[in-house]
């Protein structure tokens, strides 16, 4: 699985990362955390509020910061 | 959500938000006996009368603020921004648009690193630049925080004058910006997404969470604004109650009075070095007020601070040319100096 952050480099952006990789741990599941900082590559998600999360190209959440489970229950 | 779950979460509202009100209702006498009566303080005195103060508005603010941001996370999760761009983009609607763009601005929570995307979002949908920078211009200026300093120390006519000119200098600053044909100044690769700009007719995807079920996030995320800016909060009234007691009366007035017509333009260029944001810097204005300094020159000080700053313009670099910035700064600059001397002449 591909899991993209997206975000400028906020903290909420970085809380988002964060939790997002421990969720991936605490589950086992097989997949790449990356975080895209870039804003150009950002707007290609078609994301207006960041942080968003994007799982296997497409966007799961954005403009908030999931609770731990949720990030769980959408691997 | 579970039954069980469900009937928790009700029972829980049906408690704390009565215990809140009622907190807030009888607030005064209750830090009255903490601090006459608890703690060895002697009313009249200024360390007594500084902690009182400091106990007192700390604890209202916490409360209107998680209040006012819960309200607002309500707002935005039935009118999300890529709701608002919708409607924006496939309404006719006389210049209506520019309110609607500005007082969406005010509701939504701002967070300084999200105005690059929500511009280039507008600016992909095809909404015109200046509707959007009349989203732009509020966003800073009115939000959850600012709104809820302004009614815990001032009371709520001096918040909806704040909100209320906020709003309007978003519009018109939105508008007359508008009239410029600025487009040209926008970065070379904003204005090729502007060129391929289509009008997305209906891409808005409707969450269907049911209300309750998305409740609890909603809560979670005022508190989560609440910790964010508490210790700026503390801070601000920290230096607030200090200068109450200790700063002599019109000791600013001296510069900032009403018959010195200089005063809002100085107190305007002061507050742009400045970066504060709105938790830190309204309760010192408080003081300010209450030392003399008319409420114009005040909001305009405070507008100022917050919607004019300079990490923000080098934020903005990335889809603006100088040029353009410049100018944007420059007529929000000129509007906020307008208004201030707007508001002292009518109150």
């Known amino acids: 699985m591909e899991i993209k952050v997206l975000g400028t480099g906020c903290t909420k952006c970085k809380t988002l990362e964060d939790i997002t990789r421990k969720a991936v741990e605490e589950k086992g599941v ?11 590559q950002i707007m290609t998600y078609g994301v207006m509020t960041t942080p ?8 799961a959440i954005k403009g908030r910061v999931p609770s731990i489970d949720e990030i769980k229950d959408l691997l | 959500m579970e039954q069980k779950k469900k009937f928790r979460l009700i029972a829980t509202i049906a408690i704390v ?24 303080l002697k009313q009249e005195t200024h360390l007594g009368e ?5 106990f007192y508005d700390t604890i209202k603010i916490v409360i ?6 819960s309200l607002m996370g309500l707002v935005n999760a039935y009118f999300p921004v890529e709701r608002l761009r919708v409607f924006l983009t496939t309404k006719k609607m006389f210049g209506l648009q520019y ?4 007082f969406f601005g005010a509701v939504t929570p701002f967070c300084s690193c999200s105005s690059i995307p929500l511009f280039i979002g507008f600016v992909q949908g095809g909404i015109p630049l200046g509707v959007t920078f009349a989203y732009l211009i509020t966003s800073p200026l009115v939000n959850e925080v600012a709104v809820a300093m302004f009614l815990g120390l001032f009371g709520w006519k001096a918040t909806l004058i704040y909100a209320g000119s906020g709003i309007l200098l978003g519009m018109i600053g939105g508008y007359i910006l508008g009239k410029f044909k600025l487009d040209k100044y926008l970065s070379d690769w904003v204005k090729q997404i502007q060129q391929n700009s289509q009008m997305e007719a209906n891409q808005w995807d409707n969450e269907k969470t049911p209300f309750i079920d998305r409740l609890p996030a909603i809560i979670a995320d005022g508190w989560g604004i609440v910790k964010k800016v ?3 909060v503390i801070i601000g009234i920290a230096i607030g109650a200090a200068m109450h007691g200790y700063v002599p009366e019109d ?17 305007v260029i002061l507050a742009v070095p400045m970066y504060a944001n709105a938790a830190g810097i309204v309760p010192v204005i408080q003081v300010f007020v209450a030392k003399g300094v008319p409420l114009g020159t005040a909001i305009a000080f405070m507008m100022a601070v917050v919607g004019l700053s300079l990490p923000e313009a080098t934020l903005i670099k990335k889809v603006m040319q100088w040029k353009l910035i410049g100018i944007f700064f420059g007529t929000i600059t000129i509007f906020i100096i307008i208004l201030g001397y707007l508001f002292n002449w009518i109150i």
Do not use: C, H, R
Request: charged share 15%.
């Open chain 2, 251 to 267: 000791f600013f007035t001296e510069y900032l009075s009403e018959d010195k017509w200089y005063a809002i333009p100085l107190a």
């Open chain 2, 230 to 232: 508490l210790l700026y």
């Open chain 2, 64 to 69: 209107l603020l998680f209040l006012i941001s």
């Open chain 2, 99 to 102: 309110f609607f763009a500005s």
């Open chain 2, 50 to 54: 500084a902690i009182n103060f400091f």
């Open chain 1, 30 to 40: 097989d997949a790449t955390v990356e975080k895209v900082e870039d804003i150009m």
């Open chain 2, 17 to 40: 938000l009565p215990a809140m009100v009622a907190l807030y209702t009888y607030l005064q006498p209750l830090v009255n006996y903490f601090t006459y009566q608890l703690l060895p």
């Open chain 1, 52 to 59: 968003a999360l994007v799982i296997d190209g497409k966007v």
